[in-house]
């Protein structure tokens, strides 16, 4: 077996670089990194406020290297994924993405990710955790092929109003694409795919290409951008975003099931509130008996959003009914700057999930001390915020 030449020696440097690291690494005047998967990854580059404004107002860049990416290919790519997958692959055509997630036997889930249809019997898996083991038991007995790709592909995710503009200018005809499509384009040498998809319920795209046409291509962006707003941002500011839309992170919002130590804390998809999602009539898939008998029995568990009172952020707040009563925990939260509100996601016993009566529990740090605050939490529909650029097709100037 070969070892790639960015393992040689990582004991020197336990983060690995990732193939923009020279442009991140000049941007982020903070010196603030955090560790994505292995790699380095920039929490802020200079000012938190300031980034999470450009995602709503103009454009940002956010270096999706790290995200874990399959490629799964053969004859049989989609059976197999149909049987590993609780929706329907068979639906998504060559040139879509589909938003998914997968369980284990016990209807418990693992992780949840974009799946894209690159040929007829081709698809890129992309999530936040690593599951090579998982997909190859998985596998067995049908004819694919599974290769882990994640160092072989050089992705940004370019978001924000001003961001089809930044890809016109920059050479690219996106009029035509869709919300959760994808096309190619020449970029260098070599190729660019471009899929209108994010994490940040906005328009914006997330772009493919290789490792040896990444710094051009950031360039590229930047230069188109000058005069658009466009910025790089770091994890906290995409984190601020991706719960204004309401979305769940793996290891943030559930625990993945194969890591999960603790009975109690497992989830199933019906609990996060992916029940949405779920094809019952395609036939067998992992975990469709137990969620069948969830879904029929009714779920310990619900996922929701919550408005709380006050402007002090939740995050980790213990939740009580009247009170009195644990019914659950806030898992994110923050105090949104453009819905001028106190959001949060949380887990919520589902007989309490309609809201009334809710508490949260919120300790807020007042010069060294700790004040502890009953606040008022009112569950809402999610997303918190949603935009009608985000669909629109082609998107207009902004």
């Known amino acids: 077996m070969t070892v790639p030449a960015n393992h040689l020696r990582h004991y020197e440097t336990p983060l690995l670089k990732t193939p923009f690291h020279a442009r991140t690494e000049a941007a982020c005047k903070t010196w603030s990194w955090g560790n994505w998967g292995g790699y380095a990854t920039v929490l802020t580059y200079e000012d938190l406020s300031m980034e999470h404004s450009a995602i709503r107002n103009s454009a940002t860049v956010y270096d999706l290297c790290p995200m874990i ?4 290919e053969g004859p049989e790519a989609t059976a197999f994924l149909d049987r590993l997958t609780i929706r329907n692959v068979a639906k998504l055509s060559v040139g879509g993405v589909q938003y ?10 693992l992780d949840d990710g974009t799946l894209f249809r690159l040929g007829p019997d081709r698809y890129r898996l992309c999530c936040q955790e690593r599951h090579l083991n998982w997909l190859l038991d998985s596998a067995f007995g049908f004819d694919v092929t599974i290769h882990e790709e994640t ?3 050089a992705a940004l995710s370019l978001q924000g109003p ?18 959760f499509r994808m096309a190619e384009f020449p970029l260098g040498s070599g190729r660019l795919m471009i899929s209108r998809t994010g994490f940040t319920g906005d328009l914006g795209y997330e772009l493919w290409t290789t490792p040896d046409q990444a710094l051009a291509l950031w360039d590229l962006l930047f230069q188109a951008g000058r005069l658009h707003g466009v910025r790089p941002i770091g994890s906290e500011a995409l984190n601020m975003a991706r719960m204004e839309a309401g979305l769940i992170i793996t ?9 999960c130590l603790r009975e109690d804390r497992l989830r199933s998809p019906l609990e996060m509130g992916l029940g949405w999602m779920i094809d019952w009539q395609k036939g067998h898939f992992t975990g469709k008996a137990a969620l069948v008998a969830q879904r029929d029995k009714g779920m310990k568990w619900s996922f929701v959003g919550l408005e709380i009172g006050g402007n002090i952020a939740a995050e980790g707040a213990i939740l009580y009914h009247d009170k009195k009563t644990e019914v659950g925990v806030i898992t994110g939260a923050i105090w949104s700057p453009v819905l001028k509100k106190n959001i949060a996601l949380a887990q919520v016993l589902t007989k309490y999930a309609a809201g009334a009566n809710i508490w949260a529990e919120i ?7 700790y004040e ?5 939490a009112r569950v809402v529909e999610r997303p ?4 009608d650029r985000r669909r629109a097709t082609p998107p207009g100037k902004f």
């Not at 300790?363 to 001390?369: C, K, V």
């Not at 502890?372 to 008022?376: D, H, I, L, N, S």
Request: charged share 25%.
């Open 151 to 153: 160092e072989e592909i």
């Open 372 to 376: 502890k605050m009953m606040m008022p």
């Open 251 to 259: 290891g943030i919002d559930f625990t993945p099931a194969d890591v």
């Open 69 to 72: 990416k399959y490629r799964i």
């Open 100 to 109: 998914t997630a997968w369980a284990n036997d016990a209807g418990h889930m």
């Open 363 to 369: 300790y807020a740090l007042r010069e060294l001390h």
């Open 162 to 179: 001003t961001s089809a503009e930044i890809l016109r200018l920059s050479g690219f005809a996106i009029d035509g694409l869709k919300p």
């Open 384 to 387: 918190f915020f949603t935009h």
